[in-house]
């Protein structure tokens, strides 16, 4: 676990803490050697401004729900809208230190992926030419299996969860750690990558199974 901290450095307006989470993001990538896109790696952006806390999840779907792909069966899809739910209402998703006093006001998570386009090409151009095209697709029937296999296997999709939390506290300045639920919700999820900046600090941790909670060190 690494952690980076730079203390008593003044933060600007919130518009400006995607530029600085950017920053942390680029860093680590460069220190760890890093894709963009990890299996097991969440990426968690957090940004205090008064009494307000911003959180930003962004995380494979493989972490989540064990494939990348767009949704192909049922189960699938209800896992996806499982998964969503979770990510919406577990109250251990990420949890403040109870000395901040934060509530949690809004949550909103999404699974972005290619599905629409697929259902799109499903509810129009396949069912046009479904006649025509039948034969052709029962003869690479074993292809398709195969090539949809290693998709599952190799999550080429590169589908992600995406969700955005917004806490008021009544003692910001009380802030000193938060504890975040990832780990015990989704077992795939191997370690989140955390920034965190504040009025008065800037941090970066790496958090595991071992080591969940986020230090605000001023």
Do not use: W
């Amino acid at each position: 676990m690494n952690v980076y901290c730079c203390s008593k450095s003044r933060c600007g307006p919130l518009a400006a803490a995607t530029a600085v989470f950017v920053t942390f993001s680029v860093s680590a990538g460069e220190q760890r050697q890093l894709d963009a896109h990890e299996h097991g790696v969440a990426t968690v952006n957090m940004a205090l401004e008064d009494d307000t806390l911003f959180v930003e999840l962004e995380t494979p779907a493989m972490n989540i729900v064990g494939f990348e792909h767009p949704p192909r069966t049922a189960e699938q899809q209800q896992a996806i809208a499982a998964a969503i739910q979770t990510l919406e209402t577990d109250p251990s998703m990420f949890v403040p230190n109870a000395a901040a006093q934060c509530t949690l006001l809004a949550a909103d998570a999404q699974h972005s992926s290619d599905a629409a386009g697929t259902d799109d090409h499903a509810d129009g151009d396949h069912d046009e030419h479904a006649d025509q095209d039948e034969h052709e697709e029962h003869a690479d029937h074993d292809e398709h299996e195969e090539h949809a296999e290693h998709d599952d296997n190799d999550a080429g999709g590169h589908a992600e969860f995406v969700g955005q939390y917004r806490f008021s506290c009544r003692q910001p300045a009380q802030l000193t750690s938060i504890r975040v639920g990832l780990f015990t919700a989704f077992a795939l999820t191997e370690e989140v990558e955390v920034s965190f900046l504040g009025p008065d600090v800037q941090t970066f941790m790496e958090l595991d199974a071992g080591q969940p909670v986020l230090r605000v060190d001023r």
